[in-house]
């Protein structure tokens, strides 16, 4: 691999190269002074692929056309709507197809998830998480927490990073969990930091948290569409996540989740139910008794809302045809790439806290400024850059590698090195 240079001619011979370049011309870009804007927002919302429009207007159409009819007769039937994901999910995931759905949206799920695997007891109720969660994730352990009756401040044992680092060593989780030994109930993390961009070792977490009898779940926000996983290979018990970041599905649009199928296929499994969870020839004998379908399918409790999965579809199929495998590859390189441009910069105050191994990271970099960080994200939005603003000091970027460039990267540095030079900033 030839190695790295800092200039446009450069990152235009990578472009040409590169076999996922064609795939930027799916998205919609918003606009600014006549361009495409440089886009390092993927991280939090997702462009929108072009196909949407049309399938949105196709859902339209049959519901004019077919009335209640199209839970059959549409072009994706409504009644099995649901299922249209689920291969493509799995292979996203790394997981069977009965493993994973399409279903509410991340927090709600969370709940839903943490109702069937915290179950805690007067000895076992402990709950391990990274410090510095995102806060939905926060709000949600401290609540229910406290709807079992316990005290947050007893109950949820975080892990934070060691003194003067940002992000968390693996070991210190894995350490932390066989500390808390029988007391815990169940381990929590955020694959991705959604922070620091930072990436766990799920297979070893979940193994240490195996190892001292507690369950094991992720909130995969950062992570899904990002980072290749092997949820049922590492033998997770639980993830959710939502799609409108990487996954391009959308704001607000349906989230995900996937159990394994050891809890999945146990019918004496506790979760909580509605008819669209029940087995499906028994779904409109409208009787009493709940008959849990086959798989994660058995924790949906409404019919799919469809208009809200519509970009899922669309953005789906996108990925399908990169591949998880081809995006990852384009990633390590393109954010090589912008960490490398990053490290020719020697006139600003900042510092990258996410970790420099791309086996510990997705696409995003996270740039913690001494001083007037806020200036300099204040003139990049002036300038035509979409990136994220996190207080009190950091910049997050997210480089894409379905719909971003080498050239982005390069002018987004190109414009860092401005910053310096122009007073007026
Ligand atoms: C984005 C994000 C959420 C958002 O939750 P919603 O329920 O989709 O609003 C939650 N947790 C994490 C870690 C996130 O990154």
Redesign the pocket.
């Known amino acids: 691999m030839a190695a790295y240079e800092a200039t446009l001619e450069y990152a235009h011979s990578q472009d040409q190269t590169d076999i996922l370049f064609p795939f930027r011309e799916r998205f919609l870009f918003p606009q600014h002074q006549g361009r495409d804007v440089i886009y390092f927002c993927g991280n939090?919302l997702g462009l929108q692929p072009k196909s949407v429009e049309y399938l949105m207007n196709c859902e339209l159409r049959d519901w004019a056309k077919y009335g209640v009819e199209g839970h059959f007769r549409a072009g994706y039937p409504w009644v099995s709507y649901h299922r249209i994901f689920s291969e493509r999910l799995a292979k996203i995931v790394g997981a069977g197809k009965d493993e994973v759905v399409a279903m509410n949206?991340?927090?709600?799920?969370?709940h839903l998830l943490m109702l069937s695997f915290y179950r805690p007891t007067e000895k076992r109720f402990k709950i391990l998480m990274e410090a510095g969660?995102?806060?939905?994730?926060q709000y949600a352990v401290e609540t229910q927490v406290r709807m079992h009756g316990f005290d947050p401040e007893e109950a949820i044992v975080e892990i934070t990073p060691s003194e003067g680092r940002h992000t968390i060593e693996d070991i210190d989780i894995i350490n932390g969990i066989k500390e808390v030994g029988d007391h815990l109930a169940l381990v929590i993390l955020?694959g991705v930091n959604?922070y620091t961009g930072q990436f766990f070792d799920l297979e070893a977490i979940t193994k240490a948290a195996h190892s001292v009898g507690a369950y094991c779940g992720y909130?995969l926000?950062?992570a899904v569409g990002n980072i290749p996983l092997k949820l049922h290979d590492w033998n997770v018990d639980f993830a959710c996540w939502?799609s409108?970041?990487y996954l391009n599905s959308g704001p607000?649009g349906v989230?995900g989740v996937y159990i394994h199928e050891r809890y999945g296929n146990d019918p004496t499994f506790l979760r909580l139910a509605g008819w669209w969870g029940n087995e499906e020839k028994t779904r409109f004998k409208m009787e009493k008794g709940f008959i849990p379908q086959k798989g994660a399918a058995s924790w949906q409790m409404s019919n799919a809302p469809v208009f809200n999965m519509v970009a899922h579809n669309a953005s789906l199929d996108i990925y399908d045809k990169a591949g998880m495998q081809a995006l990852r590859e384009k990633s390590i390189r393109l954010t090589g790439y912008m960490e490398f441009l990053l490290k020719q910069i020697t006139h600003l105050d900042f510092q990258i806290i996410t970790p420099e191994e791309p086996s510990r990271r997705g696409c995003q970099l996270s740039l913690l400024f001494g001083e007037n960080g806020r200036d300099i994200f204040e003139f990049l939005t002036e300038c035509g850059v979409i990136a994220d603003w996190r207080e009190p000091n950091v910049i997050r970027i997210a480089p894409v590698p379905l719909y971003n460039t080498f050239e982005d990267c390069y002018r987004f540095y190109e414009l860092l090195m401005a910053t310096g030079k122009n007073d007026e900033m």
Not at 105 to 110: A, E, G, K, Q, S
Not at 133 to 137: E, G, H, K, R, V
Request: charged content about 15%; some cysteine; glycine content about 14%.
């Open positions: 939090s949206t991340l927090t709600v799920n969370l969660a995102f806060p939905s994730d955020g959604y909130d926000a950062h939502c409108y970041k607000g989230g």
